[in-house]
T-cell receptor
């Protein structure tokens, strides 16, 4: 079945550091890929998405590129802020079209220190 | 996007009782899903709520424990039956966007079972 593997946390960085959170996936067909973010005490929000190979999703300074050859969708940001502290989930929607819910990775807790 | 309201937002329940969570969406949606997020864990899909027919359950989840209703395209309920402390979780309702595959999430219902 479909699965998502993302780097274990917590990841602790200083403000203005470069961020990479690795995400790889296993899926049949042509999945859509997503990053969701959960800020402390809040619900789950979509951060960015990519629906086909080589697509780049971007939002709030975060980027991720859909790499079919390496089955990866790594999240990057050039300069993180304290307000980026949250739990980040990589997820995929299976290649069967609109019938599926999302499969989530285990989440990466990001802590940004001033 | 869709606005999703869940009730209750949180509750403390006694072992052996049952609780029904309601999910109301501000527009008609075809796809609606129920997820569970156990403390410190990722999201696990419980079932797909199908309008006018039985829900489709994922492996490890059964109708007797998590009965679901979907009477129309804007509303669904999830019941957690005969609760035990292991059922203490956040339960999330989500709706799907068929074209992009994106899911929108409610704020969640945080259940604590004593």
């Amino acid at each position: 079945g479909d699965s998502v593997t993302q780097m274990e946390g917590p990841v602790t960085l200083s403000e203005e550091a470069f961020l990479t959170i690795n995400c790889t996936y296993t899926a049949t067909g042509y999945p859509s890929l997503f990053w969701y973010v959960q800020y402390p005490g809040e619900g789950l929000q979509l951060l960015l998405k990519a629906t086909k190979a080589d697509d780049k999703g971007s939002n709030k300074g975060f980027e991720a590129t859909y790499r079919k050859e390496t089955t990866s969708f790594h999240l990057e940001k050039g300069s993180v802020q304290v307000s980026d502290s949250a739990v980040y989930f990589c997820a995929l929607r299976g290649g069967r079209g609109g019938a599926d819910g999302l499969t989530f990775g285990k989440g990466t807790h990001l802590i940004i220190q001033p | 996007s869709a606005v999703i309201s869940q009730k209750p937002s949180r509750d403390i329940c006694q072992r052996g009782t049952s609780l029904t969570i309601q999910c109301q969406v501000d527009s008609q949606v075809t796809m609606m899903f129920w997820y569970r997020q156990q403390p410190g864990q990722s999201l696990t899909l419980i079932a797909t709520a199908n309008q006018g027919s039985e829900a489709t359950y994922e492996s490890g989840f059964v109708i007797d424990k998590f009965p679901i209703s979907r009477p129309n395209l804007t509303f669904s309920t999830l019941t957690v039956s005969n609760m035990s402390p292991e059922d203490s979780s956040i339960y999330l309702c989500s709706v799907g966007q068929p074209v992009s595959g994106e899911l929108f999430f409610g704020e969640g219902s945080r259940l604590t079972v004593l």
